[in-house]
């Protein structure tokens, strides 16, 4: 039998400003999902499960006067989507 990784990359489009964006993510993907933040700076946020199998990985890049924001998972596909889905 072979195993597939499944992984998916959600991405959205905000004017919030960044601390604003990682501060959501973090409260939503620690608080809500409970993950453990691994790094976080002006760019990023990660957070993994307690095994480290499954991630969460949160990329901001500047679009003119916006943010797009990547939203990187796996193990977590629904918390990514929903996430997105409530930010909007």
Same mark, same amino acid.
């Given at each position: 039998?072979?195993?597939g990784?499944?992984?998916? @990359? ?13 501060? %959501?993510?973090? #409260?939503?993907? &620690?608080d809500?999902v ?5 790094s ?7 957070? @993994?499960?307690?095994n ?7 990329t901001?890049?500047? %679009?003119?006067? #916006?943010?797009? &924001?990547?939203?990187e998972?796996k193990e977590?596909?629904?918390h ?7 930010f909007?």
């Amino acid at each position: 039998m072979i195993w597939g990784v499944i992984m998916i @990359v959600v991405s959205f489009e905000t004017e919030k400003d960044q601390k604003e964006i990682l501060d %959501k993510a973090v #409260k939503y993907f &620690v608080d809500n999902v409970g993950l453990k933040i691994t790094s976080r700076n002006d760019c990023c946020a990660r957070f @993994v499960d307690e095994n480290q199998l499954g991630y969460v990985w949160v990329t901001l890049s500047q %679009k003119g006067k #916006k943010f797009e &924001v990547d939203v990187e998972s796996k193990e977590f596909e629904y918390h990514a989507k929903k996430f997105v889905k409530d930010f909007k």
